[in-house]
């Protein structure tokens, strides 16, 4: 049977699409919302390590899965290698309602001013695409509040002396500092630093009808199972379901948007989930697929008009692909420090971020998160025999003693980092896999050292009585943390949409994810996301007039 | 009333008074899914030296070349081969420099011949199919999934690297205790 024609398809129930679904099903527009994984919950995966999303060595617990997907690497030396979703290069996003908001960190960051004037605060970064975005951090002010106060954040306002205007504050108290946040704001604050609570999408109080969170060890890279955690699965989906105009179809590849002659999106040719092939057609198509999916799929959707793939015909499209070079510090204090106060990353210090000597960008520092005991077995100092008794001996007597600072360095972003589609290796619905090639600017790993060498200061002023730093930077990019494959721009030969999101030549095509992102803060990207998710969806729904754009 | 397989086995193991052993595949002894008898002898001397026990339980007791041996025919179908092409080239290095099965060797002999195969120093004729290097990171690897992963997975046996890590399990939240030296200090202060 033909699918109902509809005004609005959203590719993706993530972070980006969970909320334009709700943005554009709450103003009355009809959306079918797709997404290729399923509804995850607590008990699909429990506190089960090895299927995580942070330790994935026996599948992803969010999705894809290992039978169906694939991806093609390009290593540095040219030649190529497949790789599954289980396995740490594919940048794996989780496949499933919310997608990594279920089992995200759930930091909350806004970016800073500095972040969206990267080009006209630093200058031209030779071999690199650094630019300033088509918006500013006050354009995008009123949506970070959107966010905060609908998905829900716990923070303390003010308590970053570095964090740009907010015209409202956080919508519930901050998370009280755990042990090892206690220790190392004393050291920072010695140190003339101004450490924080750091903001998270995660109740601390009762909010939007769920409990308050009672502080797993397992956390980051599960599900919450008291629902406690905030993501798009359990504020705006709901929402957009509620309303009665969104239709949620889980299970579903998007294989192609389909463009008519005149180069307008017409809808998507999709595979439901007994893998049938299936037309949907609408008014509108918003793709929020996270930055390698976004990119494949419009490289999949080859037209007259755009014979590249859609938004194509200037090479942009999955250019610029960035993540976050992770980088900092290890110590090893003589007395415990893990509390099991999950999940164990309260604590931030926004100093080097931006005005830093020398330094393009920075980025924030952070307790971190628990480590569950298989990811600790890989965390030694330099040298530190890997097995036999000494390995023994330093996971059981070091595991509560270990301190750890780092944070996301913001990449330079490259014209080299790059997602392409394969030309031989398919998926199992026969859809050419993403290609991931480049690597990250040479800039990086300078930039990291910078801030490994400030964690460790810290760390030693904190007490610790041995440390190492452990520098980021190199290699290709992508994770979790993807974004810039369809850079916005008001330049269109240099871009891919409008700063609305909006696809140059397509008008009823948009963007809504990290793709979008020109540059990518020095932060954790989830909240920027979201508040671009609104930014796109308000913009669609003040141009709509019942049947088609104004 | 149409009784299904299990409930007429646990029937019959109530019956006859006793436990019941029943194999994953009935009419086969072995107890391995993967690797033959030798070759699990040899897994289990490795991962037993990766992960030895001391005062707490080592890989052995954690039952962690359980947990190799059911992910090989499981996500890791695809180390299948790397694994029997690998264990063959650990028997033939361990035969030529000691005349001697691996698994047969003393602590002392195992442990320097794993450091040598770390370092990629064991004698190249056996190792032309497989990089022995790659071939001890990848048991490593596993042989830590198996003792500090989830139980559900067929190794950490009764969570027995938790205990070693002090890490309560199941979590309680607001009634597991914890030795801290501070928090002591400041107990003892009051």
């Known amino acids: ?137 006050f354009d995008l002010e009123p949506y970070y509040e959107k966010a905060e106060w609908e998905i829900g954040v716990s923070g303390e306002s003010g308590a970053n002396p570095f964090e740009s205007h907010r015209e409202k504050p956080y919508p519930m108290p901050p998370f009280a500092y755990n042990h090892s946040a206690n220790i190392l ?80 999106a017409t809808g998507v040719k999709y595979f439901d989930e007994k893998d049938k092939g299936q037309i949907q057609t609408a008014d509108i198509v918003v793709v929020s697929a996270a930055a390698v999916e976004t990119a494949r799929l419009l490289l999949n959707s080859k037209s ?13 499209v999955g250019r610029n692909l960035q993540g976050h070079a992770y980088t900092g510090a290890h110590g090893l204090m003589n007395d415990d420090v893990y509390d099991d106060v999950g999940p164990g990353a309260t604590l931030a210090i926004a100093d080097f971020n931006h005005d830093n000597p020398g330094i393009v960008g920075g980025g924030v520092l952070c307790n971190e998160f628990t480590a569950m005991p298989y990811l600790f077995s890989k965390m030694r100092p330099p040298g530190a025999k890997r097995w036999g008794p000494e ?111 909006q696809v140059h030549e397509i008008d009823n095509l948009f963007i809504a994810d990290g793709s979008l992102c020109v540059t990518n803060g020095g932060f954790n990207p989830a909240l920027t996301i979201m508040a671009l998710g609104y930014w796109v969806g308000d913009y669609i729904v003040k141009n709509w007039n019942g049947s088609k754009f104004k | 009333m149409e009784t299904s397989r299990r409930e007429f086995l646990r029937q019959l193991s109530l019956a006859c008074g006793s436990v019941l052993f029943i194999p994953a595949c009935a009419g086969y002894d072995s107890p391995w899914r993967f690797f033959s008898e030798k070759e699990a002898r040899t897994v289990i001397a490795f991962a037993g030296q990766i992960i030895p026990a001391d005062q707490d339980a080592g890989a052995t007791d954690a039952n962690v070349v359980n947990f190799i041996d059911k992910q090989l025919i499981g996500p890791y179908t695809r180390f299948q081969e790397e694994y029997r092409k690998g264990i063959s080239a650990i028997e033939n290095s361990a035969q030529k420099l000691f005349q001697k099965a691996f698994y047969e060797l003393d602590r002392d002999n195992q442990t320097g011949f794993m450091e040598q195969m770390e370092a990629g120093k064991l004698p190249e004729e056996f190792w032309t199919e497989v990089n022995q290097r790659s071939f001890f990171n990848l048991v490593l690897d596993h042989s830590m999934q198996g003792f500090y992963g989830s139980p559900r997975h067929g190794g950490n046996k009764n969570y027995v690297s938790y205990k070693m890590m002090r890490l309560d399990y199941p979590h309680v939240l607001g009634q597991n205790r914890y030795e801290s030296k501070c928090a002591t200090a400041k107990l003892m202060e009051l």
């Not at chain 1, 009355?28 to 994984?37: M, N, P, T, Y």
């Not at chain 1, 392409?420 to 991931?436: F, N, Q, Y």
């Open chain 1, 1 to 137: 049977m033909k699918n109902k024609h509809v005004n609005a398809i959203v590719v993706g129930a993530g972070a980006g699409g969970g909320i334009v679904a709700k943005e554009l099903a709450v103003a009355g527009l009809s959306v079918v919302l797709f997404e290729r994984g399923g509804w995850a919950t607590y008990d699909d995966h429990n506190d089960d390590e090895l299927i995580s999303q942070r330790t994935t060595v026996l599948g992803n617990a969010f999705g894809p899965d290992d039978k169906r997907h694939r991806r093609v690497v390009v290593n540095s030396d040219g030649s190529t290698r497949i790789v599954l979703p289980s396995e740490g290069s594919y940048s794996n996003n989780a496949a499933c309602v919310g997608s990594g908001t279920v089992s995200y960190g759930a930091m909350a960051w806004r970016f800073m001013e500095k972040d969206f004037t990267m080009k006209s605060t630093y200058g031209h970064v030779e071999g690199s695409t650094l630019d300033d975005w088509p918006i500013n951090y």
């Open chain 1, 185 to 264: 704001a004393d050291a920072a604050k010695r140190l003339g630093y101004s450490p924080f609570p750091i903001p998270m999408l995660r109740n601390s109080v009762r909010y939007g009808g769920r409990p308050a969170c009672y502080r797993m060890r397992s956390c980051v890279g599960f599900a919450c199972p008291v629902n406690a955690k905030c993501g798009t699965h359990n504020t705006v989906i709901p929402t957009a379901l509620d309303s009665g105009n969104c239709e949620l179809r889980t299970h579903c590849q998007v294989a192609e948007i389909m463009l008519d002659e005149k180069g307008r």
């Open chain 1, 304 to 316: 007259k008009l755009f014979p590249n793939g859609a938004g194509n015909n200037n090479d942009w």
């Open chain 1, 391 to 501: 390995h023994k001996e330093y996971q059981r007597s070091q595991f509560k003693k270990l301190i750890r600072l780092h944070g996301p360095f913001q990449e330079i972003p490259n014209f080299e980092a790059r997602v392409t589609v394969d030309s031989e290796v398919k998926d199992h619905w026969g859809i050419p896999v993403a290609r991931l090639s480049g690597s990250r600017h040479p800039y990086d790993p300078t930039g990291c050292q910078y801030m490994s060498e400030r964690a460790e200061e810290i760390l030693k002023e904190a007490g610790a009585y041995h440390t190492w730093q452990r520098v980021g930077g190199r290699g290709l990019s992508g994770g979790q943390h993807q974004a810039g494959t369809t850079r916005m721009g008001n330049d269109p030969k240099i871009s891919v949409t409008n700063k609305f999101g």
